[in-house]
């Protein structure tokens, strides 16, 4: 069945870095566009970035512009997210997502299951 397996999240000092991995299986994962989301308790979700199904389209949250960079392996069905001078309201916990489009057409069809970062001193 298809399924989505964040990882890679963690405790990390502000200014620290990060790489989260999304890994997908039971659907031709190089077909379809991936996003990453985050929410924090008692906060909204926040789309993060998204990548195109070749990854010749990306694009970021202006609070993470800069700072976070999105990739893909299509040989790996894997995507990361390279997260940089992480500050702590990057805080929360991270799913990534797969979309219904080979582009980032914003309709996601199916979810992980989250992985945590938390950024403190």
Sequence with gaps: QL???????????PGGSLRLSC???GFTFRYYAIAWFRQAPGKEREGVSCISSSGGSTNYADSVKGRFTIS????????????????????????????RSSICSGVFG????????????
């Design 110 to 121: 199916s979810w992980g299951q989250g992985t945590q970062v938390t950024v403190s001193s």
């Design 72 to 99: 893909r392996d299509n040989a790996k069905n894997t995507v990361y997210l390279q997260m940089n001078s992480l500050k702590p309201e990057d805080t929360a916990a991270y799913y990534c997502a797969a979309d």
């Design 3 to 13: 399924q989505l397996v964040e990882s890679g999240g963690g405790l990390v000092q």
């Design 23 to 25: 890994a997908a299986s």
